[in-house]
Every structure is written in structure tokens, then in C-alpha cells.
């Protein structure tokens, strides 16, 4: 069973996430002649105050 994890910034709205998932679902299926049932996907959104670059958060950087 494939297990994709996908970590980004917060924000995006849930009909984004859901296109995501299933974009994502499409494509790893396709690949690895997957059955889509056996697939999951983990979306993790992040705090830009919480996701360092360069020493300094995002939100620091305007990211």
C-alpha cells in the first residue's frame, strides 16, 4: 500500500487539498499500476513560522 506524505505551507483551501490528493492518487496509481483504493495520502499543512530555510522561517523571508 503506498503511502504518500506531502508537507506545505497552510493556507490553501479545501477544495485545493482535495485536488491535490486525488491529482496525486491518479499519478502514483498510474505508476505503479496501483489500485487507487490502496493508496493514501497524508497532506500536513505547516505554520510558515514553523518551516526553517537558510537559518531564518519562511514567514521571515516572505515566503
Same mark, same amino acid.
Given at each position: 500500500?503506498?503511502?504518500?506524505? =506531502?508537507?506545505?505551507?497552510?493556507?490553501? *483551501?479545501? #477544495? =485545493? =487539498? #482535495? %485536488?491535490?490528493? #486525488?491529482? +496525486? @492518487?491518479?499519478? +502514483?496509481? #498510474?505508476?505503479?499500476?496501483?489500485?487507487? $483504493?490502496?493508496?493514501?495520502? =497524508? +497532506? @500536513? $499543512? +505547516? %505554520? %510558515? @513560522?514553523?518551516?526553517?530555510?537558510?537559518?531564518? *522561517?519562511?514567514?521571515?523571508?516572505?515566503?
Amino acid at each position: 500500500m503506498p503511502i504518500i506524505n =506531502i508537507q506545505i505551507f497552510e493556507g490553501r *483551501s479545501g #477544495e =485545493i =487539498i #482535495e %485536488k491535490l490528493i #486525488e491529482d +496525486v @492518487t491518479a499519478t +502514483v496509481g #498510474e505508476t505503479l499500476n496501483a489500485p487507487k $483504493e490502496n493508496i493514501r495520502v =497524508i +497532506v @500536513t $499543512e +505547516v %505554520k %510558515k @513560522t514553523h518551516w526553517g530555510i537558510g537559518g531564518r *522561517s519562511a514567514e521571515q523571508l516572505g515566503r
